[in-house]
């Protein structure tokens, strides 16, 4: 049927064969299979709002008028007549071998109006419900696995092609509260089996998307607990008692407290620790090989370069010490006259990297200089990895403008004046060192290869969903191949890239498992940019206003606290000031300066420096800042401070630099200013790109 009803699915499947069973979805869009898992084509919206309605029934007789009422908040003329055709047409789709005029065992006729009879288990919500109830009566050991498998009957939000229908409310608001038990008692199961690690997992992303359910909270902190991490569970705990308190004006129940005060008290009485096994090996190893191997042998060099990688993932103080020693293991390599050697201890190094600034440029360029030298030097025999190891090692070194030894471009300089050789040479190292890791289907190199084609990325804006993409390859690589370490990249970058394309869910999922692994296998730094993303994703759903300066503070709390240890001053450097800044910039106001007399800006000074001029009402001082202003660096931040530039530019009167940013931006129109980094947003890019093209006159 193609009327003024709706039009008919563009699906083939006529319909159930005679007396197959018929099987229904409604968590999710509403779907119906026959017997053979075949879609049946039911007809177009109000056909499978008719069944949908008729399966919230649960069996029981849903009268015409009843339907008409549901179907249209104002019925049009015939509307009693169109339920009719629409419950006939309905019938022959899930029945087109029944005779005419026999009697429908499915769709039935009763009374006043109509009634669908699935069997028991033929619709996916009710299977749901019964496997809940079924897990309830299990061992924990057990209870798991059966839960996991009920949720995975979800393909959605209960009864998702009618979000607004209001028939619908109850019963999903009822299969949404039952889902949300059935995650909980599933994380139960496993603290309960001996496995609280993981759940973990899933019961961070449960919280930060239900925060008022304090069995989500308690069932978090107590994994936490019996995962041996006593000061996050405590940490969980406190952020419980603030959000409650925020957002429903309540302390904690009786249960959270209890178990708060258990964790303090065990923080006061320790147990005692008894000595590591792991110790012991790690003490005869390294006697061992201290007495085996000679001191000044290559061997210990290429030894020192895997040691250094492995402490690099560590925490904030394994990779400030990796980072401090590589040089000079490099500087020590490349002096044996060695090329091979001096490239496999510079190649070696791929530690995914997922900021796109360096920590310490004069320590990039160090290595970027002798990784060029040593390509110079290698032999044409080299075997052709160890070549784009140096390839790849050279992309991602040179990330932002880490080889920029003089002053950078003006930003108002239009692009020819300001190209850069270092740019390109990057760029091209990542291109060659990925294309030798395809051809040679090396999977780690090909992961070290798209980590640098990822931290070359940001030559342009708009770049989200290209980087989406990598992060994604690298998951698939990494989970096909078992690369602990680019799987927790490729999630932390499609968190990045998804935030900025707007897709929160889906970054919510994938900071959920970077989290996941990280307590799995110790990756704690992972844990700074999912609390980052989570602050972020906090002040996306506020609104510029009055009120958006408190929440903000209040969401990035944790975040800026984690900085001061993070051991990545590439990364922390001016981020507290620029989430200061964020809320005021958004409702489109100036800075006072007064109010942020004593702020670091760190690298982000010169772009901040206009508005603040602007702010404290010294309009041509800011005008000859806008003049001098270099270009953003070619990192992940480029796009907020070019969004600054540009506010400023239309502020103070500058067309050129007004064009220049309105070009830039131009390929980001759609998105949320900063929230491809995954940290911050100053709002939408539209509304600076507005701005620059009325100051440019376009």
Known sequence: ?????????????????????????????????????????????????????????????????????????????????AVRTFVAEVRRALEPGRRPRTPSRLLATEGPGYVLRPAPGAVDAWHFEAEVARAAGLAPANAAPALDAALATWRGPAYADFPSARWAHTERARLTELRLHAVERRADALIRSGAPREAVWDLDAHVAEHPWREDGWRLLATALLRSGRQGDALGVLRRARRVLADQLGADPGPGLARLEREVLRQADH?????????????????????????????ARLEATASL?????????????????????????????????????????YDVPAVWTRVDDPDAARAVVRTAERVLARLPEDAPETVRAR???????????????????????????????????????????????????????????????????????????????????????????????????????????????????????????????????????LARVFTTWYRALRTTLATPAGP????????????????????????????????????????????????????????????????????????????????????????????EPMWCLLARAAALA???????????????????????ASGLLTFGPVAAYLAEAREAAGA
């Open 308 to 348: 250094l990688r492995e402490l690099a993932v560590t925490g904030a103080g394994g990779l400030g010490a990796a980072r401090r020693h590589r040089v000079a293991a490099v500087t020590a390599a490349e002096r044996t006259g060695d090329a091979e050697l001096a490239a496999r201890v510079i190649g070696v």
């Open 390 to 524: 140096l390839l790849a090692s050279v992309a991602v070194e040179s990330r932002g403008d880490a080889l920029a030894e003089g002053a950078l471009p003006r930003a108002a300089d239009p692009p020819a004046r300001a190209r850069e050789p270092w740019r390109r040479r990057a760029r091209q190292a990542a291109d060659e060192a990925e294309s030798a890791a395809r051809r040679l289907h090396d999977a780690s190199l090909l992961a070290f290869a798209l980590n640098g084609a990822f931290l070359q990325s940001c030559a342009h804006s708009g770049q989200a969903a290209r980087r989406d993409a990598i992060g994604a390859e690298l998951v698939r690589l990494a989970r096909t191949h078992g690369l602990l370490g680019a799987e927790v990249l490729g999630r932390l970058i499609r968190v990045q890239a998804l935030a900025g394309l707007g897709d929160l869910p889906g970054a919510d999922h994938q900071a959920a498992a970077a989290d996941h692994l990280a307590d799995r296998y110790e990756r704690p």
């Open 1 to 81: 049927m193609e009327d003024e009803y709706g039009r008919e699915d563009d699906v083939t499947t006529a319909g159930p064969a005679s007396g197959a069973a018929v099987e229904f979805g409604v968590l999710g869009p509403v779907e119906c299979r026959d017997g053979a898992g075949l879609p049946v084509r039911l007809g177009g919206p109000r056909h499978r709002e008719v069944v949908a309605r008729l399966l919230a029934a649960r069996r029981r007789v849903v009268p015409v008028d009843r339907l008409v009422a549901d179907l249209w908040e104002e019925p049009p003329p015939g509307a009693t007549g």
């Open 547 to 638: 009120a958006a300066r408190e929440v903000t503070e209040a969401a990035y709390t944790e975040a800026i606290a984690l900085l001061p240890t993070c051991g990545m001053p590439g990364f922390a450097t001016g981020l507290p000031a620029l989430i200061r800044l964020a809320p005021v910039v958004r409702t489109g106001a100036l800075p006072v300066p007064e109010a942020f007399a004593e702020a670091d800006w760190g690298p982000y000074a010169p772009w901040v420096r206009p508005l603040l001029l602007l702010g404290a009402d010294r309009p041509d001082e800011a005008r000859e800042a806008l003049r001098t202003a270099p270009r953003p660096p070619h990192d992940l931040m480029a």
């Open 653 to 675: 009167g500058d067309p050129v630099l007004a064009a220049r940013a309105a070009a830039v931006l131009g390929p980001a129109e759609s998105q949320q200013v900063g929230a």
């Open 270 to 298: 320790p147990d005692e620790a008894a000595p590591a096994a792991g110790d012991e090996v790690w003490s005869s190893v390294a006697a061992a090989y201290e007495g085996s191997v000679p001191a000044r042998s290559p």
